[in-house]
């Protein structure tokens, strides 16, 4: 599956967009598990999530040591974002996630806790509390 996934988002453009945006934010790039390539030190400005994944490239302001000390599976849960790109045929996953971000903003005041592709990653894998939805 991890080869699948790589060329699948090579030819969907979303991993060149993510090699992209490291570059962009001089960011260093390593090789990591899954398949995952790992852009830390990234300067570009983020959400107020630990890492972001585009493609197979998991940015992080920081280094990946630091995050996977707090949050040992988060790179099991980066992983699962880089299989749903794949899924959603790469760029059109943009759209779809932040549209399920804002959704989830608006319903429960956190925009992970009802992002239905946060959910499908692993909330507790992502660092990410699962409170129940505001009302």
């Known amino acids: 599956m991890v080869r699948l996934r790589r060329v699948g988002n090579l030819l969907n453009l979303s991993t060149p967009l993510g090699v992209l945006l490291a570059t962009a934010g001089r960011a260093r790039i390593r090789g990591g598990p899954h ?3 790992l852009a ?4 570009l ?3 107020d999530a630990g890492a972001m994944t585009i493609g197979d490239v998991v940015l992080t302001t920081g280094r990946f040591g630091d995050l ?6 988060v790179l099991d849960h980066e992983a699962r ?3 749903q790109w794949l899924r959603w045929g790469g760029l059109p996953f943009l759209p779809a996630y932040l549209f399920c971000a804002g959704w ?3 319903r ?3 925009r992970a806790v009802g992002n239905r592709f946060e959910r499908a990653a692993g909330l507790a894998d992502g660092g990410y ?3 129940p939805p505001r009302r």
Do not use: I, Q
């Open 45 to 47: 400005p983020f959400p």
């Open 68 to 73: 996977v000390g707090r949050f040992p599976r």
């Open 129 to 131: 509390p699962d409170p």
């Open 35 to 37: 398949g995952l390539l």
């Open 108 to 110: 429960t005041g956190d």
């Open 104 to 106: 989830s903003l608006l």
């Open 40 to 43: 830390e030190g990234c300067r």
């Open 81 to 83: 974002h880089a299989d």
